[in-house]
Structures are given as structure tokens and as C-alpha cells.
T-cell receptor, first 112, second 110 residues
Framework: DAGITQSPRYKITETGRQVTLMCHQT?????MFWYRQDLGHGLRLIYY???????DKGEVPDGYVVSRSKTENFPLTLESATRSQTSVYFC???????????FGSGTRLTVV | GQQVMQIPQYQHVQEGEDFTTYCNSS?????IQWYKQRPGGHPVFLIQ?????EVKKQKRLTFQFGEAKKNSSLHITATQTTDVGTYFC??????????FGKGTRLSVIA
């Protein structure tokens, strides 16, 4: 799915550092989401956005910050990374509420 | 909050056998969606069911939405090695974003 890209694909960072994961989509989808995927927990929603400048918390928002100044971008920032934030992070977008999410390829983040 | 449960967690089948995964929600869903994630890949949208009792087919895959709109199933007939992956169901409750089940990981032994 070339229309939604995440960067970087892999990232290793140290505990306490700030790190930003990028997500860019080219469809002008209104809805964008951040999920994390961990063994035994499946996909858990971190934050989501219904439009530019509108964001809301999901199930596991603590330690994360998002912004959406432009429709196409939805970066996720870990303010002070912790080992428990080691995970695979997926960004997704949708043109309609709760229909057919398109996922990016993911960012595998390791916090050491 | 809303919970979506899937069983089984893992399923190993011989190629050619059938496979079924079940999904149950703690709340009534406006729709149910199914996604497939290949090993090392990302979830890919397969289908959405909206109506109570709805059944949809995609080649060897049959999807069903329960009458009470709280449960769903995915059945694969005559599995192939290309079916390997994790199958997730997901549903919104009202206007909330999708809540995903933990998935069923399917292994197919050739």
C-alpha cells in the first residue's frame, strides 16, 4: 500500500530519549490511527484523529503525544522512551469512520 | 470498555483441511471487519459485514455476522499455504475506532 508510509521501519533508542515515528498518507483520508502490536495483546489503539487538529486518546495513550497539523501527516512522539514501549507501531488511515482501515508497514521500535 | 475476543489463539492444520476462527464482542457492533496479517507484515483489510445474520464469501473464505451482531466467524475451506497468517476481527461500538481481537494465528502444514 504505497499510499500510507511509515518511517523509520526500524529504530533502536535508549531509555529516556524522545523519539518520533512518522506516518504519511496520500489519500487525504480524514481518519488516522496509531496502534501498537505486542505479543499476547494484539493491536491496541494509542491515539486517533478524525481530522486535522482533532486528536483523541485511545486505550493506551500514556507516554505518547500526537499532532496533526496537516491532513496527510500524523506523527507519534514518545516523550521519554521506556522499555515497555518496545513494540511494533502501526499507523492506519480510513476515508470513512470505522470502515476498512489501511495500515502502513509498521515501525519496529526497540528501547534499550 | 468494549472487548473483542477471538478463539482459538492458534490453529495448526494440514493443507486441505478446513479452518474456522470465532469472534465475540462484549457489546453490540455496528459492523464487524476482518483483517489478515502475514508473518512480518501489516494487517490487511479483508471484508466488512454490517447486517445481522449476513454471510459473505470470498473464494474459499466465508464470513458470517451473528444475528445479535455480537459475534462473527471466518471459515476457510481447503486451506492452502498461502492462507498462513494471523486473522483479526475488529469492530466499533458506536463511533469509537475499531477494537481488534487478539487474532488467530493459522499455520498450514504442507
Amino acid at each position: 500500500d504505497a499510499g500510507i508510509t511509515q518511517s523509520p521501519r526500524y529504530k533502536i533508542t535508549e531509555t529516556g530519549r524522545q523519539v518520533t515515528l512518522m506516518c504519511h498518507q496520500t489519500w487525504s483520508h480524514s481518519y488516522m490511527f496509531w496502534y501498537r502490536q505486542d505479543l499476547g495483546h494484539g493491536l491496541r489503539l494509542i491515539y486517533y484523529s478524525a481530522a486535522a487538529d482533532i486528536t483523541d486518546k485511545g486505550e493506551v495513550p500514556d507516554g505518547y503525544v500526537v499532532s496533526r497539523s496537516k491532513t496527510e501527516n500524523f506523527p507519534l512522539t514518545l516523550e521519554s522512551a521506556t522499555r515497555s514501549q518496545t513494540s511494533v507501531y502501526f499507523c492506519a488511515s480510513s476515508g470513512r469512520p470505522n470502515y476498512g482501515y489501511t495500515f502502513g508497514s509498521g515501525t519496529r521500535l526497540t528501547v534499550v | 470498555g468494549q472487548q473483542v475476543m477471538q478463539i482459538p489463539q492458534y490453529q495448526h492444520v494440514q493443507e486441505g483441511e478446513d479452518f474456522t476462527t470465532y469472534c465475540n464482542s462484549s457489546t453490540t457492533l455496528s459492523n464487524i471487519q476482518w483483517y489478515k496479517q502475514r508473518p512480518g507484515g501489516h494487517p490487511v483489510f479483508l471484508i466488512q459485514l454490517v447486517k445481522s445474520g449476513e454471510v459473505k464469501k470470498q473464494k474459499r473464505l466465508t464470513f458470517q455476522f451473528g444475528e445479535a451482531k455480537k459475534n462473527s466467524s471466518l471459515h476457510i475451506t481447503a486451506t492452502q499455504t498461502t492462507d498462513v497468517g494471523t486473522y483479526f476481527c475488529a469492530g466499533p461500538s458506536g463511533n469509537t475506532p475499531l477494537v481488534f481481537g487478539k487474532g488467530t494465528r493459522l499455520s498450514v502444514i504442507a
